[in-house]
């Protein structure tokens, strides 16, 4: 019964900032990294942002320097803010165990995800 479920998706400004959440349950997700993946239209999903337990972060080349994941264990979330925006931004955004790039395909557990659009 382990479940996901993000929110927090919405139109983002040029200037400005935008939180996305994601709420985890079972124990798949408990105490393993986590990690933010996006999937445009007509595009395949892609790992954009991965935490640790304890908070230790990474970010692929696209997102670097402009978003950052968080978590907090106790509440059992996992955040994804997204402090300025690309045009290439523009998805529905999941949260998931994290996982390489390469290494997706073993992931078979997903929310809904959360749509993020972008202005101008």
């Known amino acids: 019964q382990a479940q996901l479920v993000e929110s927090g998706g919405g139109l983002v400004q040029p200037v400005g900032s935008l939180r996305l959440s994601c709420a985890h349950t079972?124990?798949?997700?408990?105490?393993?990294?986590m990690g933010w993946y996006r999937q445009g239209a007509g595009k395949e999903r892609e790992v954009v942002a991965g935490i640790t337990t304890d908070g230790i972060t990474n970010y692929t080349d696209a997102v670097k320097g402009r978003f950052t994941v968080s978590r907090d264990n106790a509440k059992n979330m996992v955040y994804l803010q997204i402090n300025s925006r690309n045009p290439e931004d523009p998805a529905t955004y999941s949260c998931?165990?994290?996982?390489?790039?390469?290494?997706?395909?073993?992931?078979?557990?997903w929310g809904q995800g959360t749509l993020v659009t972008v202005s101008s």
């Open positions: 998931n165990n994290y996982q390489e790039q390469r290494f997706l395909k073993f992931l078979d557990i």
């Open positions: 079972g124990g798949i997700f408990s105490g393993a990294p």
